[in-house]
């Protein structure tokens, strides 16, 4: 079993910058691909970006390539997604979820945390 928390949500500006949180705890973490996703009012959840514990890989989707990083700090358990020059596309609930494959497919994620708001807006 696997338990996600995010944090880091909330509402700025075009072109601000913020840092999602994911606090992850479990047994065996480290076998363990964490995915970030959103979903928009109205559309399908969307792939945005993993980071694999086990060795740090990390896969950018193309729509946010070049905006947004993902990292990670392996001794909290915790995983990043930073987010920068957001725009109003980027509004969505912003989930971390676990995945034993490392894969782009919601469907290919076990675990879900409860998702964080966020709203880009002037």
């Known amino acids: 079993q696997v338990q996600l928390v995010e944090s880091g949500g909330g509402l700025v500006q075009p072109g601000s910058s913020l840092r999602l949180s994911c606090a992850a705890s479990g047994r065996t973490l480290s076998t363990y691909t964490m995915g970030w996703f959103r979903q928009a009012p109205g559309k399908e959840r969307e792939f945005v970006a993993y980071i694999r514990w086990s060795d740090l890989l990390t896969y950018v989707s193309n729509s946010v390539k070049g905006r947004f990083t993902v990292s990670s700090e392996n001794a909290k358990n915790t995983v990043f997604l930073q987010m920068d020059s957001l725009n109003a596309e980027d509004t969505a609930v912003y989930f971390c979820?676990?995945?034993?494959?490392?894969?782009?497919?919601?469907?290919?994620?076990?675990?879900w945390g409860q998702g964080t708001q966020v709203t880009v807006s002037s």
């Open positions: 979820a676990a995945a034993l494959r490392t894969r782009t497919f919601p469907s290919e994620y076990n675990y």
